[in-house]
């Protein structure tokens, strides 16, 4: 098999594989989110309602895909794309199993993070060329979260970094073989990281962006049909994405016991975190948003450069 | 905080174990209460003559325009509704033409299975509205309180009235 | 300005008029203050004791005592307070008494929701029946096919006798019965008589007395889309209210007007409405099949597009306005047709007589009084006017002006003339001088001198009169006894009188009587004394077609110019051409053309034989201005949208006019366009356009509402038909909207579509609406008068004295009989006024009955312009040897020229 062939039988598996689940999410949030409220959530489509993912995706289709006359038509028809994009690329760098990667980029991490930077472009052009001051308020929130978790998302890598000593995914989580899985070590590192991860999909509680009690429906407001759709699937597509992230640089990626293939042990992980995703969603209350800047820049930028600090430390003694 | 979150969250997995609440709605029903604010109907009174007499009360009470209505009497001068349309497309069930209706004709009751396919069929004439007997209130008989007399009723014979004055008494 | 005071109420300090009483001031002042037995028409009596106000002695003052408001005069530094709670607890307790009987009927009451007992009960915060006892009842009377009776609601207030007896002068309704059982109704069941007891529902504060052609198409006063409109029924034009629902007018009310109808309106205006939603209606084109003569309704477009066939071939048309059109449709036609082709539907000898009326009132020195003036004349001469049955509420305002000079007596007194009770204590039957010279007996003889003669002979008195005061109106030579004393009692009440009023008018078709009258006012003003001077005219727009300046140009001139030059196409305007000419004329006429197109709402006789009919909107479903008799032009607007099929005669006529190619007619969209085009091309209009605010015109951006804010089913109603709701139809030709969005606060005077206040939902709602209390509208009572008098020069008197009448032996001088149910060509549709309507008749004197031996209700053989017809005979006592009374315009009698001669068979 020539490697290009397999590159590509990889990138559309992994693509496959990817809007599987980002669509299947649609059910499980649902789901759980009704089970967690003492609930029973869409249970009448199909076998224990899985097939609502498919009644979704028919109706989003056939949705009027309705533009508003005063939008910025152009800007407006992009946006929804360039969060597909940005998180399906950031996927390219990601290994589910040895060998099973779409491309081993020895600045992996850091395409990662470019990426997902980019990601914020979707949001402000959405809200902006919507022409709707709600939209235009949620879309200016998204910008100013995503900038500011941002920051210490890239500080809290760096002490994974420092330990795996490369930016390559592969090299970490290999690494984590050798030492032990990066969430001891590097628990400060975690903590923000998953945090800075929330903010970055602008989940709850931290979708100040949206925040429906106050902006009506936020950055996306004016969206409709499948442009609605991609925001959204882009958001699942985003909880998967950082999932994949958190299990690869903290808790080993594909590493675990034997009985089990490598990808089915990274697919596990990942479920694990997408479900504490919308447990948290189920549980928490979304914060106000001077509290939720006041909390990035107060408290876990100076918890980042700490962490930073120690474990760098922590390894030059050691070394 | 940070803890007081973790048991938030906490707290909230184990829900996971509760039983649901939802009540599986086709398969399984709710008993309503009778005061339960449901489909409009219009009532006739012991006598089993139509209640409504049409004073349009019902109808500047509906705070979405759904009741219309033609008043008509019949030759004795007795008033009815001509026609009386609900518009169920539109009725919110407030249940404020109840609240307005001053011979207690209009009554919302507990039945509430009232979709269908086709919005024209939810606008009710009186033919689908008006029921064969008095709804919540059994005894009670606008016109034997009325001072109007109507066929069956003269002057000075409904309750609490005295006979029709003498008008060539000089009598004190 | 009168004498002012200042007044302390609730401890603001207020300027007001002295003359007043309390109670009229405080609702000046736009304070709410309950009352039911005082009207501001009517004066007050002290009735009902609902008025209650403390009254303080001065600043030190803690105390007070209870007065009644409407019996208090106004005193400079008066301190009052109307929220004093023993006063507060006074009226309250006087709602309590009041509502010890009133029955538990509001639902089934048609004053509920505009009743004022009702307002004032929630005004005065009475909300429970504590007294535990048996209601007394009373049974009803059957009151005529206009009023309903429903004694039971009773509270004894009294306006109603007062208004009918005292204010209209009637005669068989009053207040029977003792202590709690006083009753208000008639000796025994029948038709009220009198010919304004409608008003008695607008004066009724409750619903004893309501509307029983509304009661029939019951609607709440909410649910109800209004109108300013102008009743059609006769010239006076009254302003008034149109009321719709469902498509169906449901009812009129008075629109105040402080200058022409104030508070009241005549029966016929209030209850003549119903011809619009008579079975007669053309509510679609029609165009008549040539093979089967039947009538086929057509769509507005298809019509349009056969008229464009109709006018094609045709080489001159000739247009038939009408005095029952507005001025928009007949300016439109005349446009169209153009003025030498245009004729005003009338006879000949009418617009002889009301264009020299009006070039009398254009060109001479009196001036034309409204109708709130001729109530303040204090001595009137009427000449050759039956005016309660030609224009009914210039009677009524001379019920008022008979007043005017015993009123004064009471000022020696020093009793205020609002103290209605002690001035008719006082006065007691005492009238101020009246003269009536008709050939038959009026209703206002009970009120009056009169004379009873032929037209010739009332006039010959009237130029004995004018002689009096000026030797510049001739001689009358060889007058009798009873006119030189008449003519000179006349002239010694004239010449004592303040402010003098001539009354005349064409009916009986007699140019001498209104030269007569003519010459009394100028011979008055020549000697220096001033004199008003009205005519009344036949028609609600005739003053509107004697301004066009069409002279002469009526339909006997139009049958003539036909004969001299031919035309195919005939387009009649609103007119049923058989009420103005003789049938076989007018059938000749109309078999003349090839094409006769009538644009009318009511079937009639000429539409019959049209050959394509446009349905026109009747007053309801159009908008356009009238000019009344006093010069008076007055908007009206559309009450509602009758859909494609009926239009504006105006918008018709443009439409057909775009239609054969004359595109220069496109700008020509909405009202303003054609009120524009009017008064450019003639400047006698000029400023009708501003009568009424423009189209444009919004108050904070909105339209002025048709509706009440709390119009319901708008969601409902039209969903029979289908559950999506219609656009509602928008309004481009007046400023206001068809729906209950817009401006919620009070419109301009000209555009008040119904009067509402919070708190106020009857008609008293009016006193919200008044500058002062009885005064003018706020921002001007409405219209604007088009004829002013000519000062400064000397007046023309006319010469031509007629010679006396002098009977003939076995020939009969026709005089017309008017009345005021029947002679009227819109009101008789209505079927409470058709009942009324009396059937064809002769009225032959008692004199001459005897010396043919007739008897009433006898059929005697009338032979007519060639013609013998067979009617019933009745008999009258005061009309003169040789006259013979001929009915006007009732249905079924046929049309016999007033002025001819006629012979009498024994049947």
């Known amino acids: 098999m020539s490697p290009l062939l397999q590159t590509i039988i990889i990138t559309v598996v992994v693509l496959l594989v990817l809007m599987t689940i980002a669509a299947n999410l649609i059910w499980v949030e649902r789901r759980m989110l009704a089970l967690w409220q003492d609930r029973l959530g869409p249970n009448r489509v199909g076998p224990l309602g899985l097939v609502q993912v498919v009644a979704d995706m028919v109706k989003i289709f056939f949705k009027e895909d309705w533009i508003p006359k005063f939008a910025d038509r152009p800007v407006f028809f992009i946006a929804p794309t360039i969060v597909i994009i940005t998180v399906l690329m950031s996927f390219a760098v990601i290994p589910f199993a040895p060998g099973i990667s779409v491309v081993n980029l020895n600045v992996g991490l850091l395409f990662f993070l470019a990426m997902s930077s980019l990601g914020v472009y979707s949001v402000v052009l959405g809200g902006w060329s919507s022409n709707n001051k709600y939209s235009l308020l949620g879309s200016l929130r998204a910008a100013a979260q995503m900038i500011s978790y941002e920051v210490f998302m890239g500080l809290s890598l760096m002490g994974v970094v420092i330990l795996a000593g490369s930016f390559n995914l592969n090299d970490i989580v290999e690494a984590q073989g050798r030492i032990t899985w990066f969430f001891i070590p590097q628990i400060l590192g975690f903590f923000v990281f998953f945090l800075a991860g929330i903010a970055e999909t602008h989940r709850l509680p931290f979708d100040l962006p949206e925040a429906e009690s106050e902006l009506i429906s936020g950055f996306h407001s004016e969206y409709s049909g499948m442009k609605f759709g991609m925001f959204f699937v882009g958001e699942y597509l985003g909880i998967t994405l950082i999932s994949s992230m958190i299990v690869t640089l903290f808790f080993g990626g594909w590493l675990g016991p034997s009985f089990l293939p490598p990808v089915v042990w990274f697919l596990l992980k990942m479920a694990v975190f997408i479900l504490i995703f919308v447990l948290l969603r189920a549980a928490l209350p979304r914060p106000r948003y001077d509290q939720l800047m006041s909390y990035g820049w107060k408290f876990l930028l100076p918890l980042s450069l700490l962490n930073l600090v120690v474990t760098g430390l922590v390894v030059l003694l050691l070394k | ?172 | 300005m009168a004498k002012t005071a200042k007044i302390t109420v609730d401890g603001k300090t207020y300027e007001v008029d002295a003359t007043k009483n309390l109670l009229e001031v405080c609702l000046s002042l736009k304070l709410d203050l309950p009352y039911f037995c005082w009207h501001p028409a009517m004066g007050s009596v002290g009735a009902c004791r609902q008025c209650a106000v403390k009254k303080f002695r001065d600043e030190n003052d803690k105390v007070g005592k209870l007065f009644m408001a409407c019996m208090e005069p106004i005193v400079d530094g008066m301190i009052i307070s109307i929220q004093d709670a023993e006063a507060k607890e006074f009226r309250k307790g006087v709602i309590e008494w009041l509502m010890t009987n009133h029955p538990h009927d509001c639902p089934v009451c048609d004053e509920g929701g505009e009743c004022h007992l009702q307002d004032m009960t929630v005004m005065t915060g009475h909300d429970y029946r504590r007294y535990r006892f048996k209601k007394r009842t009373y049974k009803n009377q059957y009151l005529g096919p206009f009023i309903n009776h429903e004694m039971n609601r009773c509270i004894q207030c009294y306006r109603c006798v007062r208004y009918y007896r005292d204010y209209a002068g009637g005669k068989d309704f009053d207040v029977f019965g003792v202590h709690n059982t006083v009753y208000f109704g008639r000796h025994e069941d029948g038709v009220l008589e009198n010919e304004f007891s409608g008003n008695l529902v607008e004066v009724c504060p409750t619903g004893v007395f309501t509307d029983k052609t509304l009661g029939k198409h019951y609607t709440r006063k909410w649910d109800q889309t209004y109108a300013p409109s102008i009743c059609v029924h006769c010239s006076v034009g009254c302003n008034t209210i149109a009321a719709e629902r469902y498509g169906l007018l449901r009812r009129v009310q008075s629109r105040y007007n402080g200058e022409v109808n104030g508070y009241f309106l005549c029966d016929r205006g209030r209850f003549g409405y119903e011809f619009v939603n008579s079975p007669k209606r053309i509510r679609k084109p029609l165009r008549k099949n040539k093979e089967t003569r039947q009538f086929e309704e057509l769509g507005s477009e298809d019509a349009l597009k056969y008229i464009r066939k109709l006018l094609s071939d045709s080489k001159r048309i000739i247009g038939i306005g009408s005095a029952r059109a507005s001025l928009e449709s007949n300016f439109t036609l005349l446009s169209f047709v153009e003025k030498q082709n245009f004729y005003w539907g009338e006879s000949d000898r009418n617009i002889q007589l009301i264009q020299k009326q009006y070039d009398i009132l254009r060109n001479g020195p009196a001036r034309t009084p409204s109708l709130r003036d001729i109530e303040k004349c204090d001595v009137v001469i009427v000449l050759g006017e039956d005016l309660t049955n030609t224009a009914p509420m210039i009677a009524l305002a001379l019920r008022q002006s008979v007043r005017q000079e015993p009123v004064q007596s009471a000022t020696p007194y020093r009793i205020p003339h609002w103290q209605d009770q002690a001035v008719r204590e006082l006065t007691q039957d005492e009238k101020g001088p009246i003269f009536i010279a008709t050939p038959l007996a009026t209703r206002l003889d009970e009120i009056s001198e009169t004379y009873r003669a032929a037209a010739d002979d009332i006039a010959r008195l009237g130029f004995m009169v004018a002689n009096s005061f000026s030797d510049r109106s001739p001689l009358v030579s060889g007058a009798t006894d009873e006119q030189k004393k008449l003519s000179g009692k006349i002239s010694e009440a004239l010449k004592k009188a303040k402010r003098p009023l001539i009354i005349a008018g064409p009916s009986l078709q007699s140019e001498a009587v209104i030269e007569a009258a003519a010459n009394i006012a100028n011979a008055m003003i020549t000697s220096g004394k001033t004199c008003e001077l009205c005519f009344t005219v036949p028609e609600v727009n005739s003053m509107g077609m004697a301004m066009m300046d069409i002279t002469h140009q009526g339909i006997e001139s139009a049958f003539e110019a036909l004969k001299n030059k031919p035309a195919d196409t005939l387009i009649i305007l609103e007119n049923d051409l058989y009420r103005r000419a003789e049938e076989q004329a007018v059938d000749s006429f109309l078999g003349k053309f090839k094409n006769v197109i009538v644009l009318d709402y009511l079937e009639n006789s000429t539409s019959l034989k049209a050959d394509a009919v446009l349905s026109s909107g009747s007053f309801a479903e159009s908008d356009g201005t009238f000019v009344n008799n006093e010069g008076r032009a007055q908007r009206f607007y559309q009450v509602y949208d009758a859909g494609e099929n009926i239009k504006e005669s105006w918008r018709w006529l443009r439409d057909i006019m775009l239609n054969s190619g004359l595109h220069e007619f496109g700008k020509w969209k909405i009202l303003s366009d054609f009120t524009n085009a009017l008064s450019k091309a003639m400047p006698v209009f000029d400023g009708i356009n501003n009568i009424t605010p423009p189209p444009g015109f919004r108050i904070a951006g909105e339209k002025i509402p048709r509706e009440p804010f709390r119009y319901s089913g708008r969601t409902a109603m039209f969903a029979n038909k289908s559950v999506h709701e219609p656009k509602p139809p928008e309004d481009i030709d007046s400023p206001l909207s068809f729906t209950m969005e817009g401006y919620r606060g009070k419109p301009p005077s000209s555009i008040i579509p119904f009067f509402w206040s919070p708190g106020w939902n009857s008609q008293q709602a009016i006193n919200k609406y008044q500058i002062e209390i009885g005064g003018a509208l706020h921002g001007g009572d409405p219209g604007k008068r088009l004829i002013e008098p000519k000062s400064g020069k000397t007046p023309a008197f006319f010469t031509k004295i007629p010679q006396a009448f002098s009977p003939r032996n076995g020939d009969w001088f026709v005089v017309p009989v008017y009345h005021i149910f029947g002679s009227e060509e819109l009101s008789v549709n209505a079927p409470g006024i058709n009942e009324l309507t009396p059937k064809p008749y002769v009225m032959i004197s008692s004199e001459d009955a005897g010396s043919l031996g007739l008897t009433s209700e006898k059929q005697i053989e009338l032979e007519a312009q060639g013609k013998t017809y067979s009617l019933p005979a009745k008999l009258n006592l005061g009309l003169p040897k040789g006259l013979i009374g001929i009915p006007k315009g009732l249905p079924g009698m046929p049309e016999i020229k007033t002025g001819s001669w006629v012979r009498l068979k024994m049947g």
């Open chain 2, 1 to 172: 905080m940070l803890l007081s979150n973790l048991r938030t969250i906490w707290l909230t997995f184990l829900h996971l174990f509760r039983k649901a609440v939802t009540i599986e709605y086709p398969e399984e029903k709710e008993k309503l209460p009778a005061r339960w604010r449901g489909r409009i109907v219009l009532t006739r009174d012991p006598d089993g003559q139509e209640r409504c007499v049409a004073c349009y009360l019902c109808a500047v009470a509906c705070p979405v325009d759904c009741i219309s209505l033609q008043a008509t009497q019949d030759e004795t001068g007795r008033r009815y509704p001509e026609f009386f349309r609900i518009n169920f497309s539109r009725c919110i069930f407030c249940g404020f033409c109840e609240e307005a209706c001053p011979t207690y004709a209009i009554q919302l009751t507990p039945e509430y299975e009232m979709s269908e396919y086709v919005r024209q069929n939810m606008v009710y004439e009186k033919e689908h509205l008006l029921i064969n007997g008095p709804g919540k209130y059994h005894d009670y008989n606008f016109y034997r309180v009325s001072g109007l007399a109507i066929g069956g009723k003269a002057k000075g014979e409904a309750m609490n009235e005295d006979p029709p004055v003498d008008l060539r008494s000089l009598l004190p």
